[in-house]
């Protein structure tokens, strides 16, 4: 837990995934591609704390029938992905109050880029979301951050992860849908590196857009609709 690991380094990014892992995960591959997604990304995340003067630490908690950390203040040098495996219906408020509690204990006198955090989920809340969001907001670094919500597939409540976003970004980024696979992995590559990215050099300005879907891709992969 965060909260026996010690307090942010000055130079650190912590990055966090608050991945759904309801039943509904399980269907039309959505929990297969967003494993390999996120394992695709972490070279490139490596590339960032490499030209970054600290490191880039991971964590991910997943909710479904409550909600687990299953990785916690790993070095990205050092951090290997491991898939996630889904069961249970979709704690989201239950995962913003253990990450909140993380925050509230871990963090309190801690310095350093603002947190990353990337929302990913397919469905709706089956708890007092917006109870947990606002435990999650109510701490320092939990309303520093730079929140992203990718909402897989159309069933997804697009306004539940656009209250996780508020104005973060200035109140300019929606939630992305990502329709399909490669949708998908493109979204959580720019999450997890263009926004690290903005963090770590906010003197760059604004964070660049999301991709676009890039036209040479498999048609077949680009019609997969959730």
Do not use: C
């Amino acid at each position: 837990m965060l909260d026996r690991l010690g307090n942010m380094g000055t130079r650190d990014l912590h990055l966090f995934f608050l991945i759904d892992a309801s039943d509904s995960m399980s269907y039309g591959g959505k929990v297969e591609t967003l494993n390999n997604a996120i394992r695709e990304s972490i070279p490139h995340i490596r590339e960032i704390a490499r030209e970054a003067e600290g490191s880039i630490k991971v964590h991910a908690l997943t909710f479904s029938t409550g909600a687990r950390w299953i990785y916690n203040h790993v070095d990205i040098e050092n951090f290997i992905w491991e898939d996630v495996k889904t069961k249970g219906v979709t704690d989201m408020g239950r995962g913003f109050e253990v990450l909140a509690d993380s925050l509230e204990t871990g963090f309190e006198k801690a310095r350093g880029y603002q947190p990353v955090m990337i929302l990913l989920s397919d469905g709706l809340p089956t708890d007092d979301y917006e109870a947990g969001l606002k435990k999650l907001t109510d701490t320092y670094w939990g309303s520093k951050a730079l929140r992203i919500a990718i909402a897989i597939g159309g069933d997804t409540d697009m306004d539940v992860l656009q209250d996780f976003i508020g104005d973060s970004f200035g109140g300019e980024l929606k939630p992305l849908l990502a329709k399909n696979a490669i949708e998908l992995r493109n979204y959580i590559r720019w999450a997890s590196t263009a926004v690290s990215q903005a963090s770590i050099n906010p003197s760059v300005g604004k964070v660049p857009l999301p991709p676009t879907v890039p036209k040479n891709e498999d048609p077949n992969e680009m019609d997969w609709d959730w």
